[in-house]
């Protein structure tokens, strides 16, 4: 098997950083050395296949992207990155592994919905791959089978408390779904918006006649995600069963997550880039139909009301514990103008997995966020909380080797043309500056991207079964 030395670069990890070279024999990393070490021998870099100059550079664990909706039905439409084109652009921003969510809906079998997947991503990932499950029938049926999934490596399950008739569950159905994933030892995930109040008003909204995508945001509004956070964070804890809130975007809905842990709760959150950047005024309020292009759920916040510089905040405090994508992406052509004239028909999503690890690496620039917790929020800390810690997310003997060289003095420019690898007709991120540069990824050994382009491939990606969450206490 292949051996590759990544010399002269400082290894980060979560909770420090070190000069160290990097040898990685076949799909692992088999050793973390002190620069100039002989303890494999006097010429170790004359002795390997490959040697990978990394001075001057940062040596980082692969990104891990634990929110992912690749191909995802949504709309009338689907998402439009294929589990080989969005896997392909991941592998280009540095990230060496998704999380997608295979989809049950009321009426259908998990076990069907779990074997879709699983067709739709065999063979054609670029990088490693994992599934949640989403439940969006609870029945006597799926709970039943909800017992199956930790025999399949799928340790987590997503419900919503919004999108009445497409997966909504109400709270007799959340308390029933806790209930058995406290006795697995599953992770509870959770769309945490009042799905019921937001119809009304997003009803009302049209009704008078405010159509544009501005108001998505409006029907969409701070309280009903506060409330439904607190809602599910009161089921957990009757249940007592571990809860992740997904897509955290109200600083309202931190102060819940903030309280129960305090608290002593197994209660955890997750942010997005959207949420730390973009706001309601500046991009769902875009002249026009613009602003369908930032149409998602949970919402974009507003910035006059302080909610991305909280965000930033509970980074820091460990109130919100990682940075996801919620990646979902749609074309502006052919898919969100559907809803030109009803901002209700706009499919919710926005393409960001290619920019996490830059659009994260620039908080460290702009200082708020170290180094270390960059590392840890996009990769250590998402291994942990999903049960592949060891495995994922560390530089470390035994670790598989994904590993992404950093240049902090090199210069990304986001956009169309620029860098955009995913499938869609716009980027949500045009015009954004990185004061970094991914420059080499490593998948499991193989070198995916480097300086003189994309080496990956279709199928390289293995599907990855997990193990419990590491994160609870």
Known sequence: ??????????????????????????????????????????????????????????????????????????????????????????????????????????????????????????????????????IGGVDDASLRAMELLVDEGITSYKLFMAYPGVFYSDDAQILRAMQKAADLGLLTMMHAENGPAIDVLAAQLVEAGRTDPYFHGIARAWQLEEEATHRAIMLADLTKAPLYVVHVSAKQAVAQLAWARDNGANVFGETCPQYLYLSLEDQLGAPGFEGAKWVCSTPLRSREEGHQHHMWQALRTNDIQMVSTDHCPFCMKGQKDLGVGDFRAIPNGIGSVEHRMDLMYQGVVTGELTLERWVELTSTTPARMFGLHGRKGVIAPGADADVVVYDPNGHTSIGVGKTHHMNMDHSAWEGYEIDGHVDVVLSRGLVVVDDEGYHGRPGHGAFVRRGLSQYLV
Do not use: N
């Open 1 to 134: 098997m292949a051996t590759t030395l990544i010399s002269g670069g400082t290894v980060v990890s979560a909770t420090g950083r070190v000069l160290a070279d990097v040898l990685v024999d076949g799909e692992t990393i088999a050793a973390v050395l002190a620069p100039g070490s002989t303890l494999l021998g006097h010429d170790l870099a004359g002795s390997v296949d490959r040697v990978i100059d990394a001075t001057g550079r940062y040596v980082i664990p692969g990104g891990v992207d634990a929110h992912t909706h690749m191909e995802l039905p949504f709309g009338g439409t689907a998402a439009s990155d294929t589990f080989e084109s969005g896997t392909r652009a991941a592998a280009w921003g540095g990230t060496t592994t998704i999380i997608d969510f295979a989809v049950q809906r009321a009426g259908e079998r998990v076990e069907d919905g779990l074997a879709a997947w699983h067709a739709k991503a065999a063979g054609r990932c670029a990088i490693d791959y994992a599934f949640h499950q989403i």
